[in-house]
């Protein structure tokens, strides 16, 4: 969507992610942060200030709802990490521009992780009401500030079907990857309507 890039910052931890990105964003200021809490936070600190009027994390995540299969999009309602949590002020606009343009996202918190959720591990995140896990979105928030700030994941795994599971894996990721390249222009749409004065994030 041309002319978002004055007002859309994308943050991807991964390369694929990021291609994904690019692809359906081409005016979009994507960049790549890496992965892990400690290279969020550094990329946050990073790029608190780079011009934007709009902050997105966009990437893959690890499905805790049953119910959520590989591709499922999910928008965060909340970033939880270490017993504090962030509410994502741009989740009900943009599950709208999801639902808008033909998707169904499921909305609830979103659980940041310092290492791998597998097992027992991802059974009790689950228990505490987030719907799916990542290592980075609570702490890539930081980057927004005041800015509007939206979260949209793709499951990429599933608790019966986790990351050590290879051949599961990379079908999820090929689904994961096409769901997040189809969805993105979303982003671009969530973020057009913050210029409108009579719309509420």
């Known amino acids: 969507m041309p002319g978002t890039g004055d007002t859309l ?3 991807c931890p991964l390369g694929i992610e990021a291609r994904a990105a690019r692809r359906a964003l081409p005016g979009a200021h994507v960049v790549r942060t890496g992965v892990g809490m400690q290279r969020s936070l550094r990329a946050a600190a990073r790029l608190r ?4 009027s709009a902050v997105a994390v966009a990437g893959f995540c690890g499905g805790l709802d049953p119910e959520l299969e590989p591709g499922a999009l999910v928008v965060a309602t909340e970033l939880r990490a270490d017993g504090a949590a962030v509410p994502c002020s741009g989740a009900p606009a943009l599950a709208g521009a999801l639902r808008a343009a033909g998707f169904d996202p499921a909305e609830g918190p979103i659980a940041s992780v310092r290492r791998l959720a597998r097992g027992a591990s ?5 228990e ?14 930081g980057a927004a500030g005041q800015r509007p700030l939206a979260v949209l994941r793709v499951v990429v795994d599933t608790p019966g079907r986790e990351l050590l599971h ?3 894996t990379v079908r999820g990721g090929i689904r994961a990857y096409r769901a997040l390249r189809g969805a993105a222009p979303a982003l671009a749409a969530w973020a057009s309507r913050l210029a409108q004065p009579q719309l509420t994030q």
Do not use: F, H, Q, Y
Not at 128 to 141: H, P, T
């Open 122 to 126: 991802r059974a009790r995140l689950a």
């Open 49 to 52: 200030e780079l011009p934007a």
């Open 128 to 141: 505490s009401g987030a719907i799916a896990v990542d290592m980075e979105s609570a702490w890539l928030a």
């Open 166 to 168: 290879p051949l599961a």
């Open 9 to 11: 910052l994308v943050l």
